[in-house]
T-cell receptor
Protein backbone atom coordinates (compact mmCIF):
# COMPACT_ATOMS: atom_id res chain seq x y z
CA UNK A 1 0.00 0.00 0.00
CA UNK A 2 0.90 3.67 -0.24
CA UNK A 3 3.11 5.07 2.51
CA UNK A 4 2.71 8.39 4.27
CA UNK A 5 5.14 9.70 6.84
CA UNK A 6 4.76 12.42 9.42
CA UNK A 7 7.34 14.38 11.33
CA UNK A 8 7.70 14.85 14.18
CA UNK A 9 5.89 11.97 15.86
CA UNK A 10 5.90 13.76 19.21
CA UNK A 11 6.21 17.41 20.08
CA UNK A 12 6.01 19.22 23.39
CA UNK A 13 6.03 22.98 23.31
CA UNK A 14 5.32 25.98 25.47
CA UNK A 15 2.12 27.93 25.13
CA UNK A 16 2.44 30.68 22.55
CA UNK A 17 4.94 28.98 20.30
CA UNK A 18 4.27 27.75 16.78
CA UNK A 19 4.66 24.13 15.74
CA UNK A 20 5.08 22.79 12.23
CA UNK A 21 4.10 19.25 11.31
CA UNK A 22 5.21 17.72 8.02
CA UNK A 23 3.30 15.11 6.06
CA UNK A 24 5.00 13.33 3.17
CA UNK A 25 3.74 10.80 0.67
CA UNK A 26 6.72 8.54 0.09
CA UNK A 27 5.74 6.40 -2.87
CA UNK A 28 2.91 8.22 -4.56
CA UNK A 29 1.99 11.73 -5.57
CA UNK A 30 -0.71 13.06 -3.30
CA UNK A 31 -2.86 15.47 -5.26
CA UNK A 32 -5.02 15.83 -2.18
CA UNK A 33 -3.97 15.78 1.44
CA UNK A 34 -6.21 15.81 4.47
CA UNK A 35 -5.52 16.90 8.02
CA UNK A 36 -7.41 15.40 10.93
CA UNK A 37 -7.40 15.94 14.67
CA UNK A 38 -8.23 13.26 17.18
CA UNK A 39 -8.85 13.83 20.87
CA UNK A 40 -8.40 10.93 23.31
CA UNK A 41 -10.95 8.18 22.84
CA UNK A 42 -12.71 10.10 20.11
CA UNK A 43 -13.04 9.77 16.39
CA UNK A 44 -11.10 11.62 13.74
CA UNK A 45 -12.33 15.09 12.90
CA UNK A 46 -11.43 16.49 9.51
CA UNK A 47 -9.77 19.88 9.83
CA UNK A 48 -8.99 20.75 6.25
CA UNK A 49 -8.45 19.45 2.75
CA UNK A 50 -5.69 20.71 0.54
CA UNK A 51 -5.02 20.23 -3.12
CA UNK A 52 -1.50 20.69 -4.42
CA UNK A 53 -0.87 24.29 -5.35
CA UNK A 54 -4.19 25.54 -3.99
CA UNK A 55 -5.38 27.06 -0.78
CA UNK A 56 -6.70 24.63 1.77
CA UNK A 57 -10.41 24.23 2.38
CA UNK A 58 -11.16 24.33 6.08
CA UNK A 59 -14.01 22.63 7.86
CA UNK A 60 -16.49 24.74 9.76
CA UNK A 61 -15.14 25.79 13.11
CA UNK A 62 -11.47 25.37 12.20
CA UNK A 63 -9.56 28.64 12.31
CA UNK A 64 -7.50 28.97 9.16
CA UNK A 65 -5.26 31.63 10.69
CA UNK A 66 -4.42 29.33 13.55
CA UNK A 67 -3.92 26.15 11.56
CA UNK A 68 -1.89 27.10 8.51
CA UNK A 69 -1.76 24.46 5.83
CA UNK A 70 0.61 24.47 2.91
CA UNK A 71 0.60 21.89 0.13
CA UNK A 72 3.41 23.16 -2.05
CA UNK A 73 4.30 19.92 -3.75
CA UNK A 74 2.73 16.59 -4.63
CA UNK A 75 4.61 14.88 -1.84
CA UNK A 76 4.61 17.37 1.00
CA UNK A 77 2.01 19.15 3.06
CA UNK A 78 2.64 21.05 6.27
CA UNK A 79 0.39 22.03 9.14
CA UNK A 80 1.54 24.88 11.34
CA UNK A 81 -0.22 25.41 14.64
CA UNK A 82 0.38 29.07 15.36
CA UNK A 83 0.53 30.43 18.90
CA UNK A 84 -0.34 27.05 20.30
CA UNK A 85 -2.34 26.78 23.52
CA UNK A 86 -3.02 23.82 25.80
CA UNK A 87 -6.41 23.24 24.17
CA UNK A 88 -4.58 22.56 20.90
CA UNK A 89 -2.99 19.49 22.47
CA UNK A 90 -4.19 16.60 20.38
CA UNK A 91 -3.21 13.86 17.94
CA UNK A 92 -2.87 15.25 14.43
CA UNK A 93 -3.05 12.84 11.50
CA UNK A 94 -2.60 13.51 7.82
CA UNK A 95 -3.64 11.42 4.87
CA UNK A 96 -3.19 11.60 1.17
CA UNK A 97 -4.65 10.27 -1.99
CA UNK A 98 -4.12 10.63 -5.68
CA UNK A 99 -6.89 11.73 -8.03
CA UNK A 100 -8.76 8.58 -8.97
CA UNK A 101 -7.38 6.64 -6.01
CA UNK A 102 -10.34 6.03 -3.78
CA UNK A 103 -8.48 5.18 -0.61
CA UNK A 104 -6.87 7.65 1.76
CA UNK A 105 -3.60 6.48 3.23
CA UNK A 106 -2.75 7.80 6.64
CA UNK A 107 0.43 8.93 8.27
CA UNK A 108 1.42 7.66 11.71
CA UNK A 109 0.24 10.83 13.42
CA UNK A 110 1.84 13.53 15.53
CA UNK A 111 1.09 13.90 19.22
CA UNK A 112 1.19 17.55 20.26
CA UNK A 113 1.34 18.57 23.90
CA UNK A 114 1.21 22.26 24.67
CA UNK A 115 2.26 23.18 28.20
CA UNK B 1 -26.16 14.21 5.05
CA UNK B 2 -23.58 11.52 5.57
CA UNK B 3 -23.38 9.68 8.84
CA UNK B 4 -21.65 6.57 10.09
CA UNK B 5 -22.81 4.90 13.28
CA UNK B 6 -20.82 2.38 15.25
CA UNK B 7 -23.12 1.61 18.13
CA UNK B 8 -20.62 -0.58 19.96
CA UNK B 9 -18.25 1.65 21.87
CA UNK B 10 -16.22 -1.10 23.48
CA UNK B 11 -16.14 -4.87 23.09
CA UNK B 12 -14.12 -7.40 25.03
CA UNK B 13 -13.71 -10.98 23.91
CA UNK B 14 -11.57 -13.86 24.99
CA UNK B 15 -8.87 -14.97 22.59
CA UNK B 16 -10.09 -17.34 19.85
CA UNK B 17 -13.65 -16.09 20.06
CA UNK B 18 -15.30 -14.61 16.99
CA UNK B 19 -16.42 -10.99 17.13
CA UNK B 20 -18.52 -8.81 14.83
CA UNK B 21 -18.20 -5.06 14.70
CA UNK B 22 -21.29 -3.28 13.46
CA UNK B 23 -21.41 -0.31 11.12
CA UNK B 24 -24.51 1.46 9.83
CA UNK B 25 -24.32 4.36 7.44
CA UNK B 26 -26.49 7.06 5.92
CA UNK B 27 -25.97 8.81 2.62
CA UNK B 28 -28.05 10.25 -0.17
CA UNK B 29 -25.38 9.50 -2.74
CA UNK B 30 -25.81 6.52 -5.02
CA UNK B 31 -22.07 6.19 -5.49
CA UNK B 32 -19.95 5.94 -2.40
CA UNK B 33 -17.23 3.92 -0.75
CA UNK B 34 -17.11 2.22 2.61
CA UNK B 35 -13.95 1.54 4.55
CA UNK B 36 -12.68 -0.12 7.66
CA UNK B 37 -9.53 1.13 9.35
CA UNK B 38 -7.71 -0.29 12.34
CA UNK B 39 -6.02 2.00 14.86
CA UNK B 40 -3.68 0.09 17.19
CA UNK B 41 -2.33 1.74 20.34
CA UNK B 42 0.51 3.28 18.32
CA UNK B 43 -2.08 5.53 16.69
CA UNK B 44 -1.49 4.91 13.01
CA UNK B 45 -4.58 4.15 10.96
CA UNK B 46 -4.20 0.95 9.01
CA UNK B 47 -6.37 0.49 5.95
CA UNK B 48 -8.24 -2.83 6.00
CA UNK B 49 -10.80 -2.78 3.22
CA UNK B 50 -12.65 -0.60 0.73
CA UNK B 51 -16.01 -1.43 -0.79
CA UNK B 52 -17.85 0.54 -3.46
CA UNK B 53 -21.59 0.94 -3.37
CA UNK B 54 -22.14 -1.25 -6.41
CA UNK B 55 -20.33 -4.26 -5.07
CA UNK B 56 -22.28 -6.12 -2.43
CA UNK B 57 -20.19 -9.23 -2.51
CA UNK B 58 -18.96 -10.25 0.87
CA UNK B 59 -15.23 -10.47 1.26
CA UNK B 60 -12.97 -12.67 3.28
CA UNK B 61 -9.32 -12.04 3.97
CA UNK B 62 -7.80 -14.54 6.31
CA UNK B 63 -9.54 -14.21 9.67
CA UNK B 64 -11.32 -11.04 8.56
CA UNK B 65 -14.62 -10.93 6.72
CA UNK B 66 -16.98 -8.17 5.77
CA UNK B 67 -20.72 -8.24 5.17
CA UNK B 68 -22.08 -5.39 3.07
CA UNK B 69 -25.86 -5.14 2.93
CA UNK B 70 -27.19 -2.17 1.04
CA UNK B 71 -30.78 -2.97 2.03
CA UNK B 72 -29.96 -2.30 5.66
CA UNK B 73 -27.16 0.22 5.03
CA UNK B 74 -24.76 -1.90 7.00
CA UNK B 75 -21.15 -2.88 6.52
CA UNK B 76 -20.23 -5.23 9.35
CA UNK B 77 -16.80 -6.61 10.09
CA UNK B 78 -16.15 -10.02 11.62
CA UNK B 79 -12.91 -11.28 13.08
CA UNK B 80 -12.81 -15.03 13.56
CA UNK B 81 -10.57 -16.71 16.09
CA UNK B 82 -9.57 -13.38 17.57
CA UNK B 83 -6.02 -12.79 18.73
CA UNK B 84 -4.48 -10.38 21.21
CA UNK B 85 -2.91 -8.47 18.31
CA UNK B 86 -6.41 -7.65 17.11
CA UNK B 87 -6.86 -5.35 20.10
CA UNK B 88 -7.34 -1.89 18.64
CA UNK B 89 -9.91 0.72 17.80
CA UNK B 90 -11.70 -0.03 14.56
CA UNK B 91 -13.24 2.74 12.49
CA UNK B 92 -15.83 2.40 9.81
CA UNK B 93 -15.88 5.25 7.30
CA UNK B 94 -17.91 6.47 4.34
CA UNK B 95 -16.51 8.34 1.41
CA UNK B 96 -18.25 10.55 -1.08
CA UNK B 97 -16.88 10.91 -4.57
CA UNK B 98 -16.37 14.40 -5.89
CA UNK B 99 -15.63 15.49 -9.41
CA UNK B 100 -12.32 16.86 -8.20
CA UNK B 101 -11.36 13.37 -7.21
CA UNK B 102 -11.02 14.25 -3.55
CA UNK B 103 -12.80 11.81 -1.33
CA UNK B 104 -13.88 13.18 2.02
CA UNK B 105 -14.08 10.50 4.67
CA UNK B 106 -16.80 10.49 7.29
CA UNK B 107 -15.74 8.39 10.25
CA UNK B 108 -17.81 6.56 12.78
CA UNK B 109 -16.96 6.97 16.44
CA UNK B 110 -14.98 3.77 16.50
CA UNK B 111 -15.24 0.49 18.39
CA UNK B 112 -12.52 -0.36 20.88
CA UNK B 113 -11.86 -4.09 20.76
CA UNK B 114 -9.99 -5.76 23.57
CA UNK B 115 -8.96 -9.36 23.13
CA UNK B 116 -8.20 -11.00 26.45
CA UNK B 117 -5.57 -13.75 26.43
Amino acid sequence: GAVVSQHPSWVICKSGTSVKIECRSLDFQATTMFWYRQFPKQSLMLMATSNEGSKATYEQGVEKDKFLINHASLTLSTLTVTSAHPEDSSFYICSGNFRGMETQYFGPGTRLLVL
Amino acid sequence: AQKVTQAQTEISVVEKEDVTLDCVYETRDTTYYLFWYKQPPSGELVFLIRRNSFDEQNEISGRYSWNFQKSTSSFNFTITASQVVDSAVYFCALSEVYQTGANNLFFGTGTRLTVIP
